[in-house]
Structure formats: C-alpha cells, structure tokens
C-alpha cells in the first residue's frame, strides 16, 4: 500500500513537485502543427501546471511563451503573428519564440528598454506534424524520431481529447493488459448491445461469446526505453506475436498499440494536477502493392469526451479506456484501492517512476532521455503490418521467446 506522500509524488506535476521535474525531462506532444495556420495562430495551452501560448510567426516558426504580455498583461493568444515573433494587440510589443521583447513601438527611438523585457519561452520542435515542447533544463535532450513520426508512403492523423483526471490513473492502465478483456469486450460489447435490434440482441450472449479471450498470463519486461507488455491468451501458443513481441509503454506516459495496418502512439500529456490531454498519433500502412496518397496536411481532430446528455462517450475503445479513467474521480485514491495479481506491471511501473524521479533528485538523466540523433527508433508491436513487410511484425518477426523478467499466471 503506498503512503500518502508516495502518492502526492506520484501524481503531483507542477513545478518544483519531484514528478514535476522528471516530466520537465521528456518532451511533450501538445499540439498537433495543422492547430496552427494563418486563421489559427495561437492557442492557449496549459502543460505541468503552467498556462502557456502556443504561436506560429509569419515565417512558420512556432513559439511557446508565457501567456501575458509584460507590458499590461494582455493576453497574447489575441496577438498578430509578424515575421519576427508575436506583437501584442494592446500596444504593439513584439516578442520573438525565445520570449525576448524586440520591439515597442510607443518607446522613444533609440530606447533599450526593450533589451530587459523578456517573457518565459520553452523550446519547441515540429515532427510528423505534432508539436513538441520542452519545459526542462539545458542542455536540451534531443527529440527522439520514433519510426511512426518517420514511416513514409504512410497516412497519419492525429486527434486529441481533454480529460478531467490525472495523468497516472490514465497511463497506469497501459500496465493493465487485463482490462481489455472486461471494459472493451463484456462491457463495450454490451454499450453495443444497445444499438442492436430485438432480434440480434435476443441471439446475443454478452457473458462468453463476445468476452474476449480470457488471459493464460501476463508479462513485463524492462528495456530501454521503458516497459514491454506481453499477453498470452488463451488458445494462443508461447511463441505467437502476442507473448514473443509484445507492445512497448514508452516511458514516461505514451503507449503503442497495433493491429493489421494501423499503429498508434496515446500520450497521456499531464496538464495540471486533475487535467489530462490525451493525445494520440495515428498511422495506416499500405496493404501490399498498395501506394498512399502523399499527404498535403495531418489532419487533427479535438474529439469531444461527452454524449448530448452528458454521459462520457463510450462507443468506441479509446472512449471507454477514457472512461474508466474518469470514473476514478478526479485523482484516484491510492490508498484505499486493492491491488490483485492481474496489477502486477502497475506497480512495475509504480516503483519505475519512484526510480526515475531519484536519478533526477540526484541530478542525472532519468531512462528514455535522448542525448544522441538517430535518424529512426523502430518499436515492436505484434501483429502489425510495418511498411515494407509482408508478414506481421516486421522487423521483430524472428524475435525470440523469452521469458519475461516479470511474468503472472492468471489461471
Ligand atoms: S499590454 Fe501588451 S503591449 Fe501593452
Ligand atoms: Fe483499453
């Protein structure tokens, strides 16, 4: 059972919370590019606690500043983009991406005031069109060019939902193969009982049929990266894709998922303490033979959380994780829960981050901090169509069995 201070350092994210300086290692997926354009310019986002102003200036750079202008703190998600930077629409102060005010106008000519006016500015980075910040200290890490941000002749879209809970009770279910089999098959199949009519639902046995396969066991495994999570299911040998390969939990909070021709990175981005941007990356690989259209933008879609009455959208899987999510109450509590044999990789997880948040108390660089260029990290994901392979599991589909480091029966 944790204590409380175990959880306020589990879960607290601002700045200063020990959480909150692991986080300030990573950079964030907080935006997709296509949010930005000449009708769009800014938007105002909050990141770790911090409100903040995205921009995109007249030369296409995107900046990500404080959001009030030093001057009389008009807000500058109303500023005009100029090719130097974003100009405030009170009275005209022009600050550039790094903060630094380089221009006001109504200042007599030849003043250097300008020179000591500077705004709080993180670093941001475009890649497979998603915006990027960094919130941390020098020297900045490099932004690392994980094989779906890099896969060409592919189709990629992005969409993004707000979510009124923490960011752990959200990311702690990637560690929690087990649910899949409950909320997205007995209960999601029985949402979708729903909509069936009379008849179908009369022929529908939502107690078997439609359950999902039931877990054999379960598996974790650290790597560099973070965590591999493998799932034997019934019926299915040890050598299948499913237990040899598994799917990769990037540390600190972003899952990777996929089946046939679709791939997907969910980041669970922590916005403040009870607030969650989930934010996912979407690829479809060809079939075989099959050439994709180059695509001119990635689209993104806001999608909404809730139905016309209120109720949290549940009639698709993501919806339902992100229910189960809500339903825990704004910031779970970890002291009261009761954890079974099926919670096994969350406390794997759990103490990792306990891990991690010490390296950085002690001043080094936490696990999937990058320090070196590499032009793409491939990933595994089993059953998976990589592009260029005509069987599942591309370049992992002769991986080997092992035995997990971390391995529960659940029969
Ligand atoms: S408040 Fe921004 S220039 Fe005056
Ligand atoms: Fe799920």
Excluded at 23 to 50: F, Q, V
Excluded at 61 to 79: D, F, M, Q
Excluded at 94 to 106: F, H, N
Excluded at 135 to 154: A, N, R
Aim: aromatic share 10%.
């Amino acid at each position: 059972m944790l204590t409380q201070e175990m959880q306020e350092r589990l879960t607290r994210v601002g700045p200063g919370t020990p959480m909150g300086e692991l986080m300030r290692r990573y950079w964030h997926p907080i935006a997709a590019s296509s949010e930005l354009d000449d009708d769009n310019p800014t938007k105002e986002i909050r990141l770790l606690g911090e409100d903040l102003v995205l921009f995109r200036d007249a030369r296409g750079r995107v900046g990500c500043i404080e959001p009030s202008c030093a001057h009389r703190k008009a807000n500058l998600s109303y500023g005009i983009p100029e090719p130097e930077g974003i100009r405030c629409p009170y009275h005209g102060w022009l600050y550039d991406i790094d903060g630094q005010c380089v221009d006001q106008p109504s200042e007599p000519e030849g003043s250097r005031f300008k020179e000591k006016v500077k705004l709080k500015a993180y670093k941001v980075e475009e890649l497979g069109g998603v915006i990027f910040v960094y919130m941390g200290p020098q020297p900045v890490p490099v932004l690392p060019k994980w094989d779906l941000f890099m896969w060409e002749g592919v189709t990629r879209s992005t969409y993004s939902v707000d979510l009124p809970c923490n960011w752990l009770q959200c990311h702690e279910n990637s560690l929690d193969p087990v649910h899949f089999q409950w909320l997205h098959r007995y209960y999601g199949m029985w949402r979708s009982s729903k909509n069936m009519d009379d008849e179908t639902r009369a022929g529908f046995d939502r107690t078997s049929a439609v359950r999902g396969k039931r877990h054999v066991k379960i598996g974790f495994d650290r790597f560099e990266y973070g965590i591999i999570k493998r799932r034997l299911l019934e019926g299915e040998a040890e050598d299948s894709e499913w237990w040899r390969i598994g799917h990769p939990i990037l540390f600190p909070y972003t899952l990777r998922v996929g089946q046939d021709h679709w791939f997907e990175f969910q980041c669970r981005v922590p916005i403040d303490d009870t607030h969650t941007m989930h934010f996912a990356y979407t690829v479809m690989t060809p079939e075989p033979g099959e050439v994709m259209a180059p695509q001119t933008t990635i689209p993104h879609e806001i999608r909404p959380l809730y139905f016309e009455n209120g109720r949290i959208k549940d009639d698709y899987v993501v919806g339902q994780d992100q229910l189960a999510w809500i339903i825990q109450g704004p910031i779970m509590d970890r002291l009261t829960e009761r954890l079974g044999v099926t919670d096994v990789g969350l406390i794997m997880y759990r103490n990792m981050l306990d891990e991690q948040m010490k390296i950085v108390e002690d001043g080094g660089d936490p696990v999937n901090v990058h320090r070196e260029e590499k032009s793409i990290i491939t990933l595994p994901t089993e059953f998976a169509y990589y592009p260029g392979y005509e069987e599942t599991g591309g370049p992992f589909r002769d991986q080997k069995l092992t035995k997990p480091e971390l391995e529960r029966s659940l029969i």
